[in-house]
């Protein structure tokens, strides 16, 4: 069964090369250009994960995390969220809002990968 992931990501040569990646590791990507286009895109599509970046146009991932939370249709969904910011704070804050991983730009895809796979995992042990 091939899980599926929505990206959000406003860079678009990252979202491509992310998406590429993905694929070739037989994820079903879905894309997104900022938040407010990500959180309609989980709506219609219920993925297994998202990957979102933190600092977009429209609405950004903090915004995202809270109407996730709010959202029934939504709240069950992990979020990785995949940013430059370093600091501990931005790390705490995304993670107090309620995203279930935290990688940060740059970053080496092997490591996001085993990132995801855990996240994945640990939603089908709780079944």
Not at 49 to 74: C, H, R, T, W
Not at 107 to 115: D, G, P, S, T
């Amino acid at each position: 069964m091939n899980r599926t992931i929505l990206l959000i990501e406003d860079k678009p040569s990252l979202l491509d090369t992310l998406k590429s990646l993905l694929e070739l590791h037989q994820y079903r990507v879905i894309v997104a250009a900022n938040g407010a286009e990500g959180v309609a895109q989980a709506r219609l599509n219920q993925p297994d994960l998202v990957i979102s970046d933190i600092y977009m146009p429209v609405l950004n991932g903090y915004e995202l995390l809270e109407l996730f939370k709010q959202d029934d249709a939504l709240r069950k969904i992990p979020v990785i969220m995949l940013t430059a910011k370093t600091e501990i704070e931005e790390i705490d804050l995304a993670l107090e809002k309620g995203a279930d991983g935290y990688v940060t730009k740059p970053f080496v895809f092997k490591n996001l990968h085993a990132v995801i796979q855990k996240i994945l995992n640990k939603g089908t042990e709780e079944m």
